[in-house]
DNA sequence: ACGCTCGCTTGATCTGGGTCAAAAACCGGC
DNA sequence: GCCGGTTTTTGACCCAGATCAAGCGAGCGT
């Protein structure tokens, strides 16, 4: 074998094999409250990295499922399709979530994924996680935690729509994205809207314009400052007031 | 030991112990798929039958979790307190179901569980489960499907709540109901909405006047025959186009 | 069988958010 | 740095569904 293969090949492993035990979301991702060893099990489950170009899709609805995807890096989005094409976001996805756990049950894609910029998955074969979590407890534990944390999730969003009104729903959606912005160290104040207002507005069960103009109505209430995709949190505690309002027990 | 008291404790213990291996929701529950020797040892999973009277919470949003339950006869609906006190309920549940998979992740109840009539649920010590699923990866697995599929449902619901009007919504949730008790053996076209007309209203994001005006709408046009909590279904293709407009492709 | 409460229906009116439209800002490509 | 398409903002108007209101019917407890 010449020598320039066998470099490009070592690159090229180097670049697609992933390592939970060296990766920085460890704590955040699926091998969270797992040991040194368990760790270095868990290593081998990891099959590739897989990069997804902004605009592309991770995974399609129909296709059949063999793997959930760690996202490592980027922002993404799951949608639904409603068969006369209307698009229902499901969720906005970033590091350390998990994807593709709705085809557990039929083994297809209910929803596809797509890249709201330039992302990483890591590629993690269902049936070989399946065997590791009956042989590392916590491993299954977590798994659970994590589908689980996924369903209550859900019932948030249920809520939301079933029964918030515009502001709510968007004093909602922002300080839901500054709380998982922080738990990835980054500022809770200060962010980026990696998604269009269409794209919020589809998640949220508004209009765009609705959006856009709930925005600024915050904006002139001195509650934020947006510009475009960038986003700035002024009043924190007003928001939260919006979403429940004063001291009300339930 | 007197006579009555061993009595007595072997028609409790009769009352009280379920087996799975007797049970006819077998194909449609938790032990799907199982082989005899597998479902007898599930059979020791399942600690006891709870009887819940109508009205009666199974379990409480904020209490701990221990188990799941499966509900073996009955009807019953989850629901989701907002702080301000509004309802939002987040799903139905009938014989056969599992609930209470979105308390696993933080060990504590996020919704209430109600019975819309008398009931009966299995409990599954959560712990007991997992240990058993690391043994019986064919139990393992249709847990995991078990809760994608709830995964699976709560986008179907965001899609109902964030983009289809008030008829599409209606006619979607009963053409749910009708499969589901379709699958349970019960007739597909006629059978009792064991909710109030305000629940209805909750799950589907409508108020119960919406929720009433449109049943009676349907009736109308001749699609259903309603009178009080009866409901038959007269004309269920008909239904189907008003969730999937015509023969649009997607 | 009676009364009473709770759930349901139906009508009239109101409104939050949708729709339509147009201009402005932004971004990527060349 | 200019150009063309996409995204965003803002305005004017409209409508599906909410709200308010009033009567009706069914089931339940006594």
């Not at 994590?146 to 079933?162: C, F, K, N, P």
């Amino acid at each position: 074998m010449p020598k320039t293969a066998t470099r490009l090949r070592v690159v090229e492993v180097d670049r697609l094999k992933t390592a939970c035990s060296t990766c920085s979301l460890q704590e955040l991702c699926l091998p969270a409250g797992l040991n040194e060893a368990e760790l270095k099990t868990v290593d081998q489950l990891i099959d590739r990295r897989r990069p997804v170009k902004r605009g592309e899709y991770l995974f399609r609805a129909g296709s059949s499922l063999n793997s959930l995807y760690a996202i490592r890096s980027g922002f993404m989005k799951s949608s639904v399709l409603h068969d006369d094409g209307r698009e229902q976001v499901a969720g906005f996805h970033m590091m350390g979530d998990l994807m593709g756990m709705d085809a557990i049950g039929t083994s297809q894609h209910l929803c596809d994924a797509v890249a709201l910029e330039d992302s990483e998955a890591c590629e993690i074969p269902l049936k070989d996680l399946e065997a590791l979590s009956r042989n590392i407890p916590s491993l299954q534990q977590h798994f659970h935690r994590i589908m689980s944390r996924e369903i209550a999730r859900d019932y948030g969003v249920m809520l939301l729509l079933g029964s918030m009104r515009a502001e709510e729903r968007l004093a909602a959606f922002l300080l839901n994205l500054s709380q998982r912005f922080e738990a990835r160290g980054y500022s809770p104040l200060e962010f980026n809207l990696r998604m269009t207002r269409e794209e919020i507005g589809s998640y949220l069960g508004l209009k765009l314009e609705t959006v856009s103009r709930t925005l600024s109505g915050f904006q002139a209430q001195g509650l934020i400052a947006v510009q475009n995709k960038h986003l700035r949190i002024l009043k924190i505690e007003s928001l939260r007031e919006l979403v429940s309002p004063q001291g009300c027990r339930n």
